[in-house]
């Protein structure tokens, strides 16, 4: 599979990735940085809303799994901040299995994608998510 | 024989004294037991008044006749016995037999016979003196019966005293007629005190005021009462203290009029025992809902330890794969070849060893019931579609053709999407990983009755017929892969076994040895 050419498709943007894990979270900056993009990592979930206004991020990655704290309430938390349009938010779900989609629709996010995830269908979801 | 005796001297007044022999044969005539004379050869010589009184007959009729008419007939053989006796000098005393009456009665009677002498010393006949002991018989008897039947009363007397239960006779005024040890040792009163009671006395303070009226409709149903009938009833001692008690109430007609036997029994050791019994119920219930608490505890500590334990195995590896795959797209310096068989195989088993934790954790899962399933009306056509669309890459790497053959329009069935796509990816990936390049995988469904019946069939290797009912067993693998492919984790049948029966329909496989599978599976229409 062929690697998306970011420098000319996207312009760089600001992501923030909110999961609890120090290899996810590196996952997803490798793959992201390899595109170009600035990443902050919100390493739990109660610091996904101070970051969504200090960062200011184009978009939010959001882990389900982050314990001590409800993800979906979090989600409408940061609705109550952020119109979709203005801030799109992805969610990683644990295997497909256990996930019911129109859920996490239902919760705010903008799309998901289930885990083990790959670099291709993650560029895939961000560049329909950030399209100009 | 008494010997005769020489006569008194002294004269009875105003009468002539008798000469020896005729004072003899006056005492033989006024005798009440029969004197009878015999000859050897058995005829009667002398009979007397009382031989007379005995057997009926005068002296007229008896004199010179046979001594056998006075014998029963099935008594001679006896007769004759007696006779050698006497004939060899012998002697009979009290010999008790029986003999008949002129009027054809049998009587009791005692024999004493001697024999008679001669002056020469010779026997010349016999002298028999016969009583008759019917009267005295009679009356023995009389008295054995009665003693015996003493001796019965006394020994049921025995009874009723030794009972285990008090034992009570009332009449209709409610006054103790009898009463037993047992009801003494029962009430504290003396026997003498009982019997001057009211059966009322022992009746509790509280339930007296109705007793009366209990008794009086008890006389009038006039029906044995069972013991223990119903109520808790108590009886009072004589130190006013109660016991629990069973009573049991039998009507009796006498000539003293109608009375109630009342067996009381002292219940206070059995209701001890239920009470012991009872609380031991009691404790036992409570120590089984504290276990099943405790295991319900458990339960939840197990789920929550499995969703833990999936998060912790699995983490790790979704980075792995991440990494792996990144390194695969060979985006910054390119990998030579070696590098890349190598990270094929990390690639390969960490997705074989993702797979092996998410089959364990769902089945689990399903096993410890933490499975919950959102039931729905969902599109036939849809799902297996999408289903296909799944599967696809890893059909095009293995050569193998995926398909829809036969679908009815707007099928729908009753199931939780999630899982129905579960189903069908593990019935199609066994499919496509069992069938040899060039073969092909069809999906088809059809509708029987109520249920929708969902097939997918492969050309592949095929299952022996004595593995086709141990297929869906857990960690069961064939041994036919085709080569090349990597096994399974010998739960996904397991999982689809579990997954359609929760689901109300069922699964089973047709298949030969390099004839292919079909692997059936029903749901429910909705």
């Given amino acids: 599979m062929g690697k998306l050419d970011t420098a000319d498709s996207h312009q760089s943007r600001r992501i923030l990735v909110a999961d609890e894990t120090a290899g996810g979270r590196a996952l997803l900056r490798a793959i992201l940085e390899l595109d170009g993009h600035f990443v902050c990592e919100a390493k739990e979930a109660a610091k996904l809303l101070g970051l969504a206004r200090s960062f200011d991020p184009h978009l939010v990655i959001l882990d389900l799994e982050m314990s001590k704290i409800d993800a979906y309430a979090m989600v409408k938390s940061l609705r109550r901040i952020k119109h979709p349009d203005h801030l799109p938010l992805i969610a990683l779900s644990p295997a497909a299995t256990q996930t019911f989609p129109e859920k996490i629709v239902a919760a705010g996010f903008s799309s998901y994608l289930v885990k083990p995830i790959s670099p291709y269908e993650l560029r895939s979801c961000i560049s329909v998510l950030l399209r100009p | ?526």
């Fill in chain 2, 1 to 526: 024989m008494t010997r005769p005796r020489t006569p008194p001297r002294t004269q009875l007044h105003g009468q002539t004294p008798l000469e020896p022999a005729n004072w003899l044969a006056a005492i033989v005539e006024s005798s009440d037991d029969a004197i009878i004379g015999k000859s050897l050869d058995g005829m009667i010589t002398s009979w007397n008044k009382g031989a007379e009184q005995v057997f009926g007959y005068p002296s007229s009729e008896a004199l010179g006749r046979p001594i056998t008419m006075l014998i029963p007939s099935e008594l001679w053989t006896e007769e004759e016995h007696i006779l050698e006796q006497l004939r060899n000098g012998g002697r009979i005393d009290h010999f008790e037999t029986t003999r008949i009456r002129k009027d054809g009665k049998k009587i009791a009677v005692s024999l004493s016979i001697s024999p008679v002498f001669n002056s020469r010393g010779e026997v010349c006949g016999f002298a028999k003196i016969v009583r008759d002991v019917t009267e005295r018989n009679r009356l023995i008897k009389q008295e054995e019966t009665t003693l015996a039947s003493t001796l019965a009363e006394h020994k049921f007397q025995e009874l009723i005293e030794q009972a285990p239960d008090a034992i009570l006779q009332v009449d209709s005024s409610g006054a103790i007629a009898i009463a037993n040890r047992t009801a003494e040792l029962l009430f504290g009163y003396s026997r003498e005190e009982l019997l001057s009671l009211n059966v009322d006395a022992l009746v509790p303070q509280a339930a007296r005021h109705k007793h009366q009226g209990y008794r009086d409709k008890f006389a009038a149903a006039g029906v044995t009462r069972p013991m223990g009938e119903g109520l808790n009833l108590h009886a009072q001692r004589k130190d006013g203290s109660l016991l629990p008690v069973e009573i049991s109430l039998s009507p009796i007609s006498s000539e003293r009029g109608n009375q109630v036997i009342a067996v009381v029994r002292d219940v206070t050791e059995r209701k001890k025992t239920e009470k012991q019994l009872r609380s031991l119920q009691e404790s036992y219930m409570h120590e089984l809902e504290a276990r099943q608490e405790e295991a319900e505890r458990l339960n939840t500590l197990k789920s929550e330890f499995m969703a833990s334990i999936s998060h912790e195995l699995r983490t790790p590896l979704h980075t792995i794969i991440g990494f792996a795959e990144l390194l695969a797209e060979d985006n910054e310096a390119p990998l030579d070849d070696k590098q890349k068989r190598f990270l094929h195989h990390i690639q390969a088993d960490s997705e074989h060893l993702l797979g092996l934790i998410n089959d364990v954790l769902d089945l689990s899962r399903i096993e410890a019931g933490g499975l919950r399933l959102a039931t729905e009306s969902v599109p036939l056509e849809k799902i297996i579609s999408e289903a296909i669309h799944s599967i696809s890459p890893f059909a095009t790497e293995r050569g193998v053709i995926v398909s829809v053959e036969q679908m009815p329009a707007q099928a729908k069935v009753s199931a939780d999407p999630l899982r129905l796509r579960q189903i069908l990816y593990n019935l199609l990936s066994n499919g496509v990983k069992f069938t040899e390049r060039g073969g092909t995988v069809t999906v088809s469904a059809t509708l029987h009755g109520d249920f929708v019946r969902i097939t997918v069939a492969d050309t592949g290797v095929g299952i022996a017929a004595e593995e086709c009912s141990r297929i869906f067993d857990k960690f069961y693998q064939t041994g036919y892969t085709s080569s090349g492919t990597r096994q399974g984790t010998g739960l996904g049948l397991t999982i689809c076994k579990q997954l359609v029966e929760m689901q109300g329909g069922k699964i089973w496989v047709e298949s030969e040895l390099r004839h292919g599978s079909r692997f059936h599976f029903t749901l429910p229409a909705p």
